[in-house]
């Protein structure tokens, strides 16, 4: 589970399950999801696409690693560590102390293991039995350099094709008093190009502390491990692993500005497209308010159903009105999906976030193929197929494949952890609501492709569809293409807002709060505003607005002194 669900619901796990228990019945899902391809993927994307960068890698005990970061735990934990952290972000996993009533359970927890494994031992016999299971070995002999003490937060990876055994003593003594740094007793310091070096061996911090900032620091240090106790990803969360990879990434320095765009399109970058991909939906947005304010029907809507505004009324005093509350709610819907891209081109992908970019492919994959749902409502709208048409390429250019990039921008630093904590279950509401927002929208979306109709509407027209097809045989899929491209608006909305919420959320991100805040606005309040102007005010029917109103304003404000910190 992410930080937003582990952390806001780990009390009431604990309670209904025990601490103990709770935290392994998490471990075991995770290790259950994370030890088949597919699943470790899902996890890794829906933590939030870790992206370590090549300075972070390194090695342990001659096993290469993608990040040089990990975790140690007992046997008893071992198979299903092995099999779930790989997908939270970890390099490593250190399994220890281990004895000899252990060994079948470390051979079993690593027989399908996915990320390296080394185990922490001295026993010449275990590390005999372990060798063609594990990854290599550390040990309390290692457990210093030359002219360290030992202690038990450093120890030094030993490679498996060394000879199994006491360590080989260092060939020259620490310095000691009265005598050379180097060589035997009485012996003169050798220079320089005479004296013999060997590579040390990678440096391993276990750490107690779920600090980012320190273990980061650590990783700052060419070649050095940072290997977590339990009882760190137990305090700070699974998504641990992920704040430290980010916060050990070097800077790319500041973010392009508008004056690098230059005026070829051809070296146009994604994030540039992107923008215009959300001032063109907010355009359009605009636009269908503003038609649907004056008069309401262009000349193809007339064309179409043969009709004028005065005849609607005839047919039904409230049909008018009926009308522009749905093309009131869409075009909010289309101004805050607009807000969504314009903040994702200019926050995220600007600076170099690389999930920005599978936000907006995941909500434009959603919303441009809601323009064929005039297959079953059998109307063409033209200005919407026009937009549609415009956007689509620029839309294709902002969403194609680029290099990654190391982030722009200054890093605030963690402050507070009763601040993230607050922020944490904000970050849930707001998943919650995109989530219910995409429920909403296939509902809906649903509703306009079949029935047309809920029962509150014909309450509101005091009609039925009959009567209306009756009036005019081409009345109903009219109104069903708005009800229907409405609720695919809703849908492509929501899959923007849920992985934003899920995967923005960092300390001193002030654009994910505005985004969020100017896109609930921009969707919420035109629909509650026309619903009360044509005194359509059922409250089953905007109960699902009020309550995302709520869940939005709360989440936000819970999450603000996190998302805008500026140190």
């Known amino acids: 589970m992410p930080d937003w669900t582990y952390h806001p619901l780990r009390g009431a796990t604990a309670a209904l399950l025990g601490r103990r228990r709770s935290q392994r019945t998490a471990l075991r899902l995770l290790a259950r999801i994370g030890s088949r391809p597919a699943?470790?993927?899902?996890?890794?994307?829906?933590?939030?696409?870790?992206?370590?960068?090549?300075?972070?890698?390194?090695?342990?005990?001659?096993?290469?690693?993608?990040?040089?970061?990990?975790?140690?735990?007992?046997?008893?934990?071992?198979?299903?560590?092995?099999?779930?952290?790989?997908?939270?972000?970890?390099?490593v996993v250190e399994i220890g102390p281990v004895s000899s009533d252990d060994v079948p359970a470390v051979r079993a927890?690593?027989?399908?293991?996915?990320?390296?494994?080394?185990?922490?031992?001295?026993?010449?016999?275990?590390?005999?039995?372990?060798?063609?299971?594990?990854?290599?070995?550390?040990?309390?002999?290692?457990?210093?350099?030359?002219?360290?003490?030992?202690?038990?937060?450093?120890?030094?990876?030993?490679?498996?094709?060394?000879?199994?055994?006491?360590?080989?003593?260092?060939?020259?003594?620490?310095?000691?008093?009265g005598r050379p740094a180097t060589g035997p007793p009485g012996a003169e310091e050798p220079a320089p190009a005479d004296r013999p070096t060997a590579p040390a061996p990678p440096r391993v911090v276990r750490v107690g502390d779920p600090c980012v900032e320190a273990a980061a620091a650590v990783l700052a240090e060419p070649g050095a491990v940072v290997i977590a106790r339990p009882e760190v990803l137990v305090e700070a969360g699974p998504g641990w692993f992920a704040r430290v990879v980010e916060a050990a990434t070097p800077s790319g320095g500041p973010a392009p500005g508008w004056r690098d765009v230059g005026r070829h399109p051809r070296r146009w970058p994604a994030w540039w497209w992107a923008l215009l991909v959300g001032l063109g939906m907010i355009t359009a947005g605009v636009c269908a308010a503003a038609i649907t304010l004056g008069p309401v029907l262009l000349w193809y809507d007339r064309d179409y159903l043969g009709m004028t505004l005065d005849d609607l009324h005839a047919v039904n005093h409230h049909l008018v009105h009926f009308l522009q509350h749905d093309r009131i709610t869409m075009a909010g819907t289309l101004v805050s999906i607009g807000t969504l891209y314009t903040g994702l081109a200019?926050?995220?992908?600007?600076?170099?976030?690389?999930?920005?970019?599978?936000?907006?492919?995941?909500?434009?994959?959603?919303?441009?193929?809601?323009?064929?749902?005039?297959?079953?409502?059998?109307?063409?709208?033209?200005?919407?197929?026009?937009?549609?048409?415009?956007?689509?390429?620029?839309?294709?250019?902002?969403?194609?494949?680029?290099?990654?990039?190391?982030?722009?921008?200054?890093?605030?630093?963690?402050?507070p952890e009763r601040e993230r904590r607050r922020a944490l279950v904000g970050q849930l509401l707001l998943v919650v609501t995109g989530a219910g927002l995409f429920v909403g929208g296939a509902v809906i979306s649903a509703v306009g492709l079949t029935g047309v109709f809920v029962p509150t509407d014909l309450t509101y027209l005091g009609t039925d569809p009959r009567a209306l097809e009756a009036a005019n045989s081409r009345l109903v899929p009219f109104i069903a293409h708005d009800r229907a491209g409405f609720g695919g608006a809703l849908m492509s909305a929501a899959v923007a807002i849920v992985p934003l919420a899920a995967w923005g959320w960092r300390r001193g991100e002030s654009w994910v709060f505005w985004t969020l805040a100017v896109a609930g606005a921009t969707g919420f309040l035109p629909a509650v505003v026309v619903h009360g102007s044509i005194h359509y005010t059922d409250f089953v029917h905007l109960a699902p607005v009020y309550f995302g109103i709520v869940l939005t304003a709360v989440g936000l404000l819970l999450s603000r002194p996190y998302l805008c910190a500026r140190r």
């Open 346 to 415: 200019v926050g995220g992908m600007r600076r170099g976030r690389p999930w920005a970019r599978e936000v907006l492919l995941l909500s434009g994959a959603v919303g441009f193929p809601t323009l064929f749902y005039f297959l079953a409502t059998g109307y063409v709208e033209t200005l919407h197929t026009a937009a549609a048409v415009m956007l689509l390429p620029m839309f294709l250019a902002a969403v194609r494949r680029r290099p990654h990039a190391p982030p722009h921008g200054r890093r605030v630093p963690d402050g």
């Open 39 to 91: 699943g470790a993927r899902l996890i890794a994307r829906g933590f939030g696409h870790r992206h370590p960068p090549v300075s972070l890698a390194g090695e342990i005990a001659g096993a290469p690693l993608t990040v040089r970061l990990g975790i140690r735990v007992p046997p008893s934990l071992a198979h299903d560590t092995v099999h779930a952290m790989a997908p939270l972000g970890a390099g």
């Open 109 to 177: 927890a690593t027989a399908t293991r996915t990320l390296p494994v080394v185990v922490h031992t001295d026993d010449p016999e275990i590390r005999a039995a372990l060798a063609p299971h594990v990854d290599g070995f550390t040990g309390a002999a290692e457990d210093r350099t030359p002219g360290e003490e030992p202690g038990p937060a450093i120890s030094q990876g030993v490679r498996r094709s060394r000879p199994v055994g006491p360590a080989i003593p260092h060939p020259f003594p620490p310095k000691t008093p």
